[in-house]
T-cell receptor, first 111, second 113 residues
Framework: LAKTTQPISMDSYEGQEVNITCSHN???????ITWYQQFPSQGPRFIIQ???TKVTNEVASLFIPADRKSSTLSLPRVSLSDTAVYYC????????????FGSGTRLSIRP | DVKVTQSSRYLVKRTGEKVFLECVQD?????MFWYRQDPGLGLRLIYF???????EKGDIPEGYSVSREKKERFSLILESASTNQTSMYLC????????????FGSGTQLSVL
């Protein structure tokens, strides 16, 4: 499993774009990059997954450079409700795979 | 929508008690997982099951066991609860398809006194 490194915490303000970067230098050829979001007192929920270049959905964008050694989760125009912990996972998850979470990035949004 | 239901939101038990945490999913998922979450430590995998009656240890299985007799239900068992098992326990499930996402329950906050 690829080791991931992401900031422990980040602060931003409402209306700003927030970018959270995850480093994964030993990513394997078949590995995918997946991000989860966890609100206080809830279980994490999936927000986005990608393999290369850019993926966008209604919640976020995921940017992956050509070497795939890092990835950036981009949250456009954040609001207070985006305050959460964001987890970056890197791996190829088959039916019998362990799925390991790191400590995540605690994002705090201020008014 | 997938529903992953954990039987209790809050649970208080005494040291030495045998504790059962139950998790049920309604989407016929092959894989089910138990994590615990402690402040500053993120989610740590205790056990997972990739099919009925099949289980694998996660990173911190000591003091825990699991049971998966039916596909929809995955139980976490604390054979003799200890105070260091006070934690938030999160259950998750997913299909067995490659790279499919996890669906989590709301968690059980267990306090062992």
């Amino acid at each position: 499993l690829a080791k991931t490194t992401q900031p422990i915490s980040m602060d931003s303000y409402e209306g700003q774009e927030v970018n959270i970067t995850c480093s994964h230098n030993n990513i394997a050829t078949n590995d995918y990059i997946t991000w989860y979001q966890q609100f206080p007192s809830q279980g994490p929920r999936f927000i986005i997954q990608g393999y290369k270049t850019k993926v966008t959905n209604e919640v976020a964008s995921l940017f992956i450079p050509a070497d795939r050694k890092s990835s950036t989760l981009s949250l456009p125009r954040v609001s207070l409700s985006d305050t959460a912990v964001y987890y970056c996972l890197v791996g190829f998850y088959s039916s019998a795979s362990k799925i390991i979470f790191g400590s995540g990035t605690r994002l705090s949004i201020r008014p | 929508d997938v529903k992953v239901t954990q039987s209790s939101r809050y649970l208080v038990k005494r040291t030495g008690e045998k504790v059962f945490l139950e998790c049920v999913q309604d989407m016929d998922h092959e894989n089910m997982f138990w994590y615990r979450q402690d402040p500053g430590l993120g989610l740590r995998l205790i056990y997972f099951s990739y099919d009925v009656k099949m289980k694998e240890k996660g990173d911190i299985p000591e003091g825990y066991s699991v049971s998966r007799e039916k596909k929809e239900r995955f139980s976490l068992i604390l054979e003799s609860a200890s105070t260091n098992q006070t934690s938030m326990y999160l259950c998750a499930s997913r299909t067995g398809a490659t790279n499919e996402k996890l669906f989590f329950g709301s968690g059980t906050q267990l306090s062992v006194l």
